[in-house]
Nanobody, 124 residues
Framework: QVQLVESGGGLVQAGGSLRLSCAAS????????MGWFRQSPGKEREFVAA????????FYTDSVKGRFTISRDNAKNTVYLQMNSLKPEDTAVYYC?????????????????WGQGTQVTVSS
């Protein structure tokens, strides 16, 4: 079992930055690929970024490439999402997730554990 707790969300103006954190407890964090997803009202949960257990593989959805950076610190059992040049369309609840394997994935079905989410609101 893995417990995930996100933090760092908030209200920011367009063009601003936020850094989300996801602290994990429970089983060995370093064995899991990790992902960030987001969901806006009336929309399906959307993949944002993923990172493998060793950080050797990282990938993003096209809409955040060049603006968002995913990273992890296995010594601290934490995964991060640095979000720069934020846009109003980035407004959503952001969730971190721990995958079934050491590899990251863009498919939410490949994740077993989810945090409660943190709200990110970008004003225009």
């Amino acid at each position: 079992q893995v417990q995930l707790v996100e933090s760092g969300g908030g209200l920011v103006q367009a063009g601003g930055s936020l850094r989300l954190s996801c602290a994990a407890s429970g089983r060995t964090f370093s064995a899991y690929g990790m992902g960030w997803f987001r969901q806006s009202p009336g929309k399906e949960r959307e993949f944002v970024a993923a990172i493998s257990s060793s950080s050797s593989t990282i990938f993003y959805t096209d809409s955040v490439k060049g603006r968002f950076t995913i990273s992890r610190d296995n010594a601290k059992n934490t995964v991060y999402l640095q979000m720069n040049s934020l846009k109003p369309e980035d407004t959503a609840v952001y969730y971190c997730a721990a995958g079934r394997t050491m590899y990251g994935s863009s498919r939410y079905q490949n994740y077993d554990y989810w945090g409660q989410g943190t709200q990110v609101t970008v004003s225009s």
